[in-house]
């Protein structure tokens, strides 16, 4: 039965019979059902490939994450040693050493 069709008679059930919790259950559960079926509709995710399309975005995402996540630590490893590098040199002058530069 098409989910318009149930929510309709939900509805109308309620409004003659009164809204018990059952009742109003059914109603919130065929709702939800339907706007989550629009939502899925509109984002283009309503056909059977659309969960191996998520799977594949996910990994893309991870990939993505794991890779801006390397990048930084990569940049943070090159800035310390060229801090570490400047310090040695500023070190070897102030001992009036510049052979040790060479």
Not at 3 to 8: G, R, S, V
Not at 40 to 65: F, N, P, Q, T, V
Not at 72 to 82: H, S
């Amino acid at each position: 039965m098409p989910c318009e069709d149930m929510l309709a008679r939900l509805l109308a059930q309620a409004g003659t019979e009164g809204a018990d919790l059952v009742t109003l259950h059914a109603v919130v559960e065929e709702a939800s059902e339907r706007g989550a079926a629009r939502a899925l509709h509109r984002l283009g995710l309503e056909d059977s490939g659309a969960r191996s399309d998520l799977s594949e975005l996910r990994e893309l995402l991870g990939a993505w994450r794991d890779a801006k996540r390397g990048l930084w630590r990569a940049l943070l490893g090159w800035v310390t040693r060229a801090l570490l590098a400047l310090l040695l040199v500023g070190l070897a002058l102030r001992l009036g050493h510049p052979e040790w530069l060479r």
